[in-house]
């Protein structure tokens, strides 16, 4: 089945520095999704991104099908960034990654 | 438009016991996945219903099961509990497969 790794698996950065999470996938994807989950363990979307590149205010992200992986980036970063950070992969059968656990100090 | 809820909230049940958790989809959405997540893990995909049927499977074994009503709300049941089934049980729906999944605040699931 699909390998899906995050990098780094921990984060920890001051308010406002930017930062860019990995996400590498072993097989060829029809979809990509990026995800925050909240302490309270709501998932939270971030991107539907296949391909190419989004951008949604702070924050943006490309995805490379024919490398096999994704980036997540955030800018001028604010203590609610916290949190864990997954991508998620496939069709039928959808393969989440570790996560990147995200610290933002004030 | 409503997104996807779940209940119930928090749930403990002894082991050997059986449990049944519920999901209703977001409107005009008629595919559920269903995920459990263990304390500091990634969510792991159980199943997946496509129009009431079973259309992908996870390594979990047959003791999970699950049902897709016409309304597209969703079951899980889960037979025979162990300990190792505590966890955050999360449903997502989304318009068909491979598209944008949307997911629910989850159940927590204690097993002792």
């Known amino acids: 089945g699909i390998q899906v790794e995050q990098s780094p698996p921990d984060l920890i950065l001051q308010e406002g520095a930017n930062s860019t999470l990995r996400c590498n996938f072993s097989d060829s994807v029809n979809n990509l999704q990026w995800f925050h989950q909240n302490p309270w363990g709501q998932l939270i979307n971030l991107f539907y991104?296949?391909?190419g590149t989004k951008q949604n205010g702070r924050l943006s992200a490309t995805t490379v099908a024919t490398e096999r992986y994704s980036l997540l980036y955030i800018s001028s970063s604010q203590t609610t960034d916290s949190g864990v950070y997954f991508c998620a992969v496939g069709d039928d059968k959808i393969i989440f990654g570790k996560g990147t656990r995200l610290h933002i100090l004030p | 438009e409503t997104g996807v809820t779940q209940s119930p909230t928090h749930l403990i049940k002894t082991r050997g016991q059986q449990v049944t958790l519920r999901c209703s989809s977001q409107?005009?959405?008629?595919?559920v996945s269903w995920y459990q997540q263990a304390l500091g893990q990634g969510p792991q995909f159980i199943f997946q219903?496509?129009?009431?049927?079973?259309?992908g499977r996870g390594n979990f074994p047959p003791r999970f099961s699950g049902l897709q009503f016409p309304n597209y709300s969703s079951e899980l049941n889960v037979n025979a509990l162990e300990l190792d089934d505590s966890a955050l049980y999360l449903c997502?729906?989304?318009?068909?497969?491979?598209?944008?999944?949307?997911f629910g605040p989850g159940t927590r699931l204690t097993v002792t």
């Open positions: 409107s005009g959405h008629n595919t």
């Open positions: 219903y496509y129009r009431e049927e079973e259309n």
């Open positions: 997502a729906s989304s318009i068909g497969q491979g598209d944008e999944q949307y």
């Open positions: 991104i296949p391909s």
